[in-house]
């Protein structure tokens, strides 16, 4: 390839990526806004500022650009939560509960509307369930993942794993209750509740003090 030609291919393709995250960007507005039957291809062309056809070569299907769109900023909201990873507070009660907190946040806003949007036409479009499933099966490994890295929490003790789980299905229904009306203070209360019941069950940060200094010595 001449010099000529690469110099001009680089803007086409950062013209390309522009466009891409654009419709996909567009894709979970459309889809938390109007839902799965509202949201077509060419409903988020339009909001994207792009042709369908633009938007056809870059997802040939509607399940194609919706996946990639939900799976796109979900990947992102992940990467926002490990980047505050090192805002939290030391081991202890106050990073408990500030955790808990972060995965919540998770669980609530217009990601998680378009998700569940996505979930409910999985539920009888059988092309667009097996894309859903293995998402959402990510996304529950990668969240699992980062709830027990910030809680320091050891998976071997028993009811730790459970209850790690439990807070991101508890972080899930919660966001379900936000979907109607703003469910702010009482989650506020569950939240706080809740890090205490988490709390209860990993190692107090003195234990595991302990527990490291024996093994340095062993």
Not at 35 to 50: D, F, M
Not at 118 to 143: C, M, Q
Not at 183 to 194: A, E, M, Y
């Amino acid at each position: 390839m001449s010099l000529h030609a690469a110099a001009s291919r680089a803007p086409q393709q950062t013209r390309s990526r522009a466009t891409r995250r654009r419709l996909l960007e567009a894709a979970v507005e459309c889809l938390a806004e109007l839902g799965w039957n509202g949201s077509t291809v060419a409903v988020v062309a339009e909001r994207a500022g792009v042709t369908r056809g633009a938007a056809q070569h870059h997802f040939p299907t509607r399940e194609d650009l919706f996946t990639a769109a939900v799976e796109h900023v979900t990947t992102e909201r992940l990467a926002a939560v490990r980047a505050h990873a090192g805002e939290l507070p030391p081991a202890g009660p106050a990073r408990t509960q500030a955790v808990v907190e972060l995965i919540v946040r998770l669980y609530t806003g217009p990601l998680f509307r378009a998700a569940l949007h996505l979930w409910v036409a999985a539920a009888t479009e059988e092309p667009l369930r097996e894309r859903i499933v293995a998402l959402e099966n990510h996304v529950g490994r990668e969240s699992h993942r980062a709830a027990v890295e910030f809680l320091g929490a050891d998976e071997t003790a028993p009811g730790v794993r459970e209850t790690v789980q439990a807070t991101l299905d508890m972080a899930r229904g919660l966001g379900l209750a936000n979907l109607l009306t703003d469910d702010g203070p009482r989650r506020t209360g569950v939240i706080r509740q809740w890090a205490r019941t988490l709390d209860a069950v990993l190692p107090a940060p003195a234990d595991a003090e302990s527990d490291a200094g024996r093994q340095a010595r062993d």
